[in-house]
C-alpha cells in the first residue's frame, strides 16, 4: 500500500526561486528517502534521512523529517530549469526496512 | 555509482503473449532485486521481492502466476507477463539496493503496451 503522500501534486514555479515539497506518511519508518524521476525514466535516489535525523543537506537540496508529525519535506534552493520532474518520497518501514513504499509524488515544473 | 540495466525498454505485444523482462546489475552483485509497476502519473507500487536462489516475495494483490519472476544470478533478475492483456500494460521498474542496503538504484524502466 502507498502511505506517503506527497503535497502539492504539482508546482509550478519561476527559474531562481525555492521549490518545497512535503510528504506524510503512517507507519514507522528506520528512513525516509527522495528520489527523482524524469519523464519516462526510472527513479534516481537524492538523498536519505535516518529516523534519527531532523536535517540533511545536498547541494542546494535540504531535507526535513519531523518523526512525531510523521512528515518530511524536501527544498530545492535556486531552481532550475532541468529540475524539471516527478519528486517522490519514500519510506523504509522498520519491520521491512529493505523494501521501499512510494508515495503519489509531486510534479515540479520550473520555468526558464 | 552502482548501475542497473533493463532490457527492453519498451515492447509492445498481442494480448494473450507472455513477455520477459531483464533486470540486471552491472558492477555490483544483488542478492534481491524488486520489481515495480508504475501506471501513468501515479506512484511506483512494488509487486515482488526478488531473491537470488529462492522464491521470489509477491505483495499482497499480485497473481503469482500471471507475474513470473526468475532470479537465476546474482546479476539478473527478470520479470516475465504471462498471457498479457492490455490492462498488464504499464512501466515496469526494477531496482536493487546498495551495499548499506538502504537506497535503492532503479533500472530505465519497461514500457509495455499490450493491444
Known amino acids: 500500500s502507498q502511505q506517503g503522500e506527497e503535497d502539492p501534486q504539482a508546482l509550478s514555479i519561476q527559474e531562481g526561486e525555492n521549490a518545497t515539497m512535503n510528504c506524510s506518511y503512517k507507519?514507522?519508518?528506520?528512513?525516509l528517502q527522495w528520489y527523482r524521476q524524469n519523464s519516462g525514466r526510472g527513479l534516481v535516489h537524492l538523498i536519505l534521512?535516518?529516523?534519527?535525523?531532523r536535517e540533511k543537506h545536498s547541494g542546494r537540496l535540504r531535507v526535513t523529517l519531523d518523526t512525531s508529525k510523521k512528515s518530511s519535506s524536501l527544498l530545492i534552493t535556486a531552481s532550475r530549469a532541468a529540475d524539471t520532474a516527478s519528486y517522490f518520497c519514500a519510506t523504509a518501514p522498520l519491520a521491512r526496512y529493505s523494501t521501499l513504499t512510494f508515495g503519489k509524488g509531486t510534479m515540479l515544473l520550473v520555468s526558464p | 555509482g552502482a548501475v542497473v540495466s533493463q532490457h527492453p525498454s519498451w515492447v509492445i505485444c498481442k494480448s494473450g503473449t507472455s513477455v520477459k523482462i531483464e533486470c540486471r546489475s552491472l558492477d555490483f552483485q544483488a542478492t534481491t532485486m524488486f520489481w515495480y509497476r508504475q501506471f501513468p502519473k501515479q506512484s511506483l507500487m512494488l509487486m515482488a521481492t526478488s531473491n537470488e536462489g529462492s522464491k521470489a516475495t509477491y505483495e499482497q494483490g499480485v497473481e503469482k502466476d500471471k507475474f513470473l519472476i526468475n532470479h537465476a544470478s546474482l546479476t539478473l533478475s527478470t520479470l516475465t507477463v504471462t498471457s498479457a492483456h492490455p490492462e498488464d500494460s504499464s512501466f515496469y521498474i526494477c531496482?536493487?539496493?546498495?551495499?548499506?542496503?538502504?537506497?535503492?538504484?532503479f533500472g530505465p524502466g519497461t514500457r509495455l503496451t499490450v493491444l
Open positions: 531496482s536493487a539496493p546498495g551495499l548499506a542496503g538502504n537506497e535503492q538504484f
Open positions: 534521512i535516518r529516523s534519527n535525523e
Open positions: 507507519t514507522s519508518i528506520n528512513n
